[in-house]
T-cell receptor
């Protein structure tokens, strides 16, 4: 049973445009959500996070939106740059639910930003 | 960047041989994790540790064991490697507080079991 779902395996956008990566979750105990970026042959790097008490968090070109009622979050990258081309993983944790600080990851979305 | 190193970075071994992967951190974080990444599966938790000598299983723990005798080191052992354990293995660390569950990852170990 996949609790965190990234339904788009890949996404292609033009440089300068907006990239929107989506993530859905099923476990209502999740209260903290993160996005990671991964380049080939490297470890995932933390990008941005959001707590369930917020519906938006912004860091430079990256904004994460959380819709708790829909159990949906999205990552917006504006403007997209070729260096953003990577696999993006959505992750969730349910700290208040006794998850013992474990993260559940989606399968990832490969973003390609074309020059 | 968080101070996390993994060794070896690449390893090729044969079915049935024991293999130990090492994760070393310099951040003094309490929590450490081992994941494997496979095409179509994303990142899956193998085992994790919440302190010295305190470990627990993740979702894909069969065939793996772990040990943590020091805060800075977390070892993953494949007692008898199988071809299904060919994968990229990532270690992660976390301060694990009520304000953040952010984990920081090492560079990975690519393991091939022939």
């Amino acid at each position: 049973d996949q609790q965190v779902k990234q339904n788009s395996p890949s996404l292609s956008v033009q440089e300068g445009r907006i990239s929107i990566l989506n993530c859905d979750y099923t476990n209502s105990m999740f209260d903290y959500f993160l996005w990671y970026k991964k380049y080939p042959a490297e470890g995932p790097t933390f990008l941005i996070s959001i707590s369930s008490i917020k519906d938006k968090n912004e860091d430079g070109r990256f904004t994460v939106f959380l819709n708790k009622s829909a159990k949906h979050l999205s990552l917006h990258i504006v403007p997209s740059q070729p260096g953003d081309s990577a696999v993006y993983f959505c992750a969730a944790s349910g700290n208040s639910g006794g998850s013992n600080y474990k993260l559940t990851f989606g399968k990832g979305t490969l973003l390609t930003v074309n020059p | 960047d968080a101070g996390i190193t993994q060794s070896p970075r690449h390893k090729v071994t044969e079915t049935g041989t024991p293999v130990t992967l090492r994760c070393h951190q310099t951040e003094n974080h309490r929590y450490m994790y081992w994941y494997r990444q496979d095409p179509g599966h994303g990142l899956r938790l193998i085992h994790y540790s919440y302190g010295v000598k305190d470990t627990d299983k993740g979702e894909v723990s069969d065939g793996y064991s772990v040990s943590r005798s020091k805060t800075e080191d977390f070892l993953l052992t494949l007692e008898s490697a199988t071809s299904s354990q060919t994968s990229v293995y990532f270690c992660a660390i976390s301060e694990a507080s009520f304000t953040t569950d952010t984990q920081y990852f090492g560079p990975g170990t690519r393991l091939t079991v022939l």
